[in-house]
């Protein structure tokens, strides 16, 4: 059995409404972003819940992942407020190997995230840099595309472009791969998209607002 990293609870872990726009562009890069945008509720809140299995503690390429999703988070921390309780949040992951990481999110003029891993060690997420735009892999995907993603990390993109259905396949964190039928007309593009729209529903696929 695989050691697998949990969320045991989060506290006053809050973000920007500028994050989910800004950010959208970025998904297909990071897993662990992907996870938070495809999960985006109606209040715009941040869910840091991981799928049951995740590998995150003591893993070293997942580490450094998490690591850069988190100082991408931090530049959209609020500003405010600066004293008391509401001045900072955190939340809590535990492997089952005993790993424990303690996540900080100190809010104010100067945002900072820190990742305590033992009492005196604090993983170094100010030489981290954040993901940008400018080098973010984008796949080839149309603007209007509908996004849907399973309970793990899969995901299938669908979008009508005329009497096209194109269909992107993948796992949360990379691009995924795209694939274009032509039918005869737009309306049978739509009934394919439709049906294939309901088979992925049946599967448990559900659609996300990213």
Same mark, same amino acid.
């Given at each position: 059995?695989?050691?697998?990293?949990?969320?045991?609870?989060?506290?006053?872990? #809050?973000?920007?409404?500028?994050?989910?726009?800004?950010?959208?562009?970025?998904?297909?890069?990071?897993?662990?972003?992907?996870?938070?945008?495809?999960? #985006?509720?109606?209040?715009?809140?941040?869910?840091?819940?991981?799928?049951?299995?995740?590998?995150?503690?003591?893993?070293?390429?997942?580490?450094?992942?998490?690591? @850069?999703?988190?100082?991408?988070?931090?530049?959209?921390?609020?500003?405010?407020?600066?004293?008391?309780?509401?001045?900072?949040?955190? $939340?809590?992951?535990?492997?089952?190997?005993?790993?424990?990481?303690?996540?900080?999110? #100190?809010?104010?003029?100067?945002?900072?995230?820190?990742?305590?891993?033992?009492?005196?060690?604090?993983?170094? @997420?100010?030489?981290?840099?954040?993901?940008?735009?400018?080098?973010?892999?984008? &796949?080839?995907?149309?603007?209007?595309?509908?996004?849907?993603?399973?309970?793990?990390?899969?995901?299938?993109?669908? &979008?009508?472009?005329?009497?096209?259905?194109? @269909?992107?396949?993948?796992?949360?964190?990379?691009?995924?791969?795209?694939?274009?039928? $032509?039918?005869?007309?737009?309306?049978?593009?739509?009934? &394919?998209?439709?049906?294939?729209?309901?088979?992925?529903?049946?599967?448990?696929?559900?659609?996300?607002? @990213?």
């Amino acid at each position: 059995m695989s050691d697998s990293t949990t969320l045991l609870g989060a506290r006053n872990v #809050r973000i920007s409404a500028d994050f989910w726009k800004k950010c959208a562009p970025l998904l297909g890069n990071n897993v662990f972003l992907d996870l938070a945008l495809v999960r #985006r509720t109606a209040w715009g809140d941040l869910d840091l819940s991981l799928p049951e299995g995740t590998r995150l503690i003591g893993y070293v390429k997942q580490e450094k992942d998490y690591l @850069v999703f988190l100082k991408t988070l931090e530049s959209f921390l609020p500003k405010s407020p600066t004293t008391g309780l509401k001045s900072w949040g955190e $939340a809590v992951f535990e492997s089952t190997g005993g790993g424990r990481w303690r996540v900080l999110f #100190r809010y104010g003029p100067k945002p900072e995230i820190r990742v305590r891993y033992q009492v005196w060690a604090v993983k170094p @997420v100010s030489s981290i840099r954040p993901l940008s735009r400018a080098k973010a892999t984008r &796949a080839a995907r149309p603007d209007k595309e509908r996004l849907f993603v399973d309970t793990e990390t899969d995901f299938r993109g669908v &979008a009508l472009v005329g009497s096209e259905l194109w @269909v992107r396949a993948g796992s949360l964190g990379e691009p995924g791969r795209g694939k274009r039928t $032509a039918f005869k007309d737009a309306k049978q593009a739509r009934a &394919a998209a439709d049906a294939l729209i309901a088979k992925l529903r049946k599967k448990g696929f559900v659609e996300s607002n @990213v």
